[in-house]
């Protein structure tokens, strides 16, 4: 179970990747770091967008920061994304996969089936 600072940051890290364009450019810098430029080109979006979803991916501890000549490169938090998918294979964990037929063993759940309507004679 997830509690307190660590269930904090989990759900500060699955906010940051709810937006399509952020999960985009995790994807990119997968494969290395980036800069703003290079992620603005591949994604299709203006440069200004890119780094608002930066800054939000940054500010949830998954993405790092590097400044190279006058030029900031990004990269995965490698420590963090780590974290982060540990944290949620914990969260998550005792749910997937349950064994087959299970819930029709499970003493409090209980069939209920649908009701004939009445005949109107």
């Known amino acids: 179970m ?8 989990l759900v500060r890290a699955l906010k940051a990747l709810s937006d399509p364009t952020r999960v985009a450019i995790i994807g990119q810098l997968r494969d290395g770091p980036r800069c703003v430029g ?22 949830a501890g998954l993405v790092e920061s590097e400044r190279r000549g006058c030029r900031v490169h990004y990269a995965l938090s ?14 998550l964990g005792p749910l997937a996969g349950p064994p ?3 819930a029709s063993r499970n003493p409090t759940c209980k069939r209920t089936g649908a009701r004939k309507p009445k005949s109107r004679r």
């Open 2 to 9: 997830v509690t307190g600072a660590a269930k904090r940051q």
């Open 38 to 59: 290079v992620l603005a080109e591949a994604l299709g979006v203006t440069h200004s967008a890119v780094s608002q979803h930066l800054r939000i991916l940054r500010e």
């Open 78 to 91: 490698r420590r963090a994304v780590g974290r982060t998918l540990a944290q949620i294979e914990g969260w």
């Open 100 to 102: 087959e037929g299970a």
